[in-house]
């Protein structure tokens, strides 16, 4: 099996721990490795054959010191012409391959940036879809929601089939539902989220392309330097919209594990260990008296007294603070200047 990671995101809605210069994937939120680096480390099994990286120019340099040494054999940086979202990325990739004669029936897709555990279960799931996988199919894995989340993506289940393990047919797709309708996606036990990682057979992708993306195919059989060249001319789509939208065959299968994008503070929070106090601390932190907070020091010691339910963040360019389930979102907090490339606009 062959793995396709995504990792040229821009990761600002963790601004600004995370920011364009350095944005959430390449960082170590806890006191393990960046979420990039954990992300390659579940592939390291000799299952996962090649992976290749699909990022921009700005951050070669940072993945490739983040490659654990014993994985740098398998894997390929390839760096896209310019940021197009992810459907325009999967395109290069198919272009530099085709270039490069390398024979990929299928790609596992994935993000770079999301927290997954145990990781075990990842390589089983992948185990279970390839062997289910029909070959005019693409498949998808799905978490199941633990509390009505309004900023995933969500799957609404068909019906069950009769393949071994949980897998169901796919109904429709519902993007960052209102708090009312993920509220019901919970309680009906039909909805899964969606995780963005993709099971993708290449003939059929070739298939879907001319028919969904013919300017994207054309440029896949030309070439990457054809490709480059009409970069700026192609939509700005995810796979999902692009392709798994359309009517196109999809099975889903439900992960067996704890899941988030760690998109907010809050699911950072979820997702990182705590101490006795319930806190996360980093760096040179001093917490009195101060429970349930996010606290990321870098230059400066902080010191806290009688605080909850915080957000402090000493960063390169600013001191940050917020409640948690505030934090920083750039489509909905408008407090930022907008004359740095590192500040979400």
């Not at 101490?275 to 009195?288: F, K, R, T, Y």
């Amino acid at each position: 099996m062959d793995v396709l990671i995504l990792a040229g995101g821009q990761g600002l809605r963790l601004w600004p721990l995370s920011q364009k210069s350095y944005p959430k994937q390449f960082l170590s939120l806890g006191e393990g490795a960046s979420l990039f680096t954990e992300t390659l480390i579940r592939f390291s099994s000799p299952f996962f054959q090649r992976i290749y990286i699909a990022t921009n120019r700005r951050y070669k340099r940072i993945i490739e010191k983040q490659i654990p040494q014993h994985m740098r054999d398998k894997c390929t940086v390839i760096i896209e012409p310019e940021s197009r979202n992810t459907m325009a990325a999967l395109a290069y990739v198919l272009a530099f391959l085709r270039e490069q004669k390398i024979a990929v029936s299928s790609l596992f897709i994935t993000p770079s940036d999301h927290f997954l555990s145990p990781i075990q279960e990842l390589e089983k799931a992948v185990v279970s879809l390839e062997k289910q996988l029909p070959k005019d199919t693409i498949g998808l894995l799905g978490a199941a929601p633990l509390y009505p989340e309004t900023d995933y993506g969500y799957i609404e289940l068909k019906h069950a089939l009769s393949y071994e393990g949980s897998f169901f047919s796919v109904e429709k797709f519902h993007e960052k539902p209102s708090l009312k309708n993920a509220k019901n996606y919970l309680a009906s036990k039909t909805y899964l989220w969606n995780t963005g990682m993709i099971l993708l057979p290449v003939a059929y992708c070739y298939h879907l392309m001319e028919k969904h993306t013919p300017l994207l195919y054309k440029g896949v059989l030309q070439g990457t330097k054809a490709l480059e060249a009409a970069f700026t001319s192609f939509s700005s789509q995810s796979i999902d919209c692009a392709l798994l939208e359309k009517n196109v065959s999809l099975i889903v299968k439900r992960l067996d594990c704890y899941w988030s994008d760690v998109g907010s503070w809050d699911r950072l929070y979820d997702a990182l260990q705590k101490d006795e106090n319930q806190n996360i601390l980093q760096g040179n932190v001093h917490a009195e008296n101060s429970s349930s907070c996010l606290i990321f020091a870098k230059d400066k010691p902080i010191y806290t007294l009688g605080v909850e339910n915080l957000v402090i963040v000493d960063a390169e360019n600013c001191f940050f603070i917020a409640e948690k389930k505030q934090g920083a979102h750039r489509k909905k907090n408008r407090l930022f200047p907008k004359n740095s490339e590192n500040i979400p606009v």
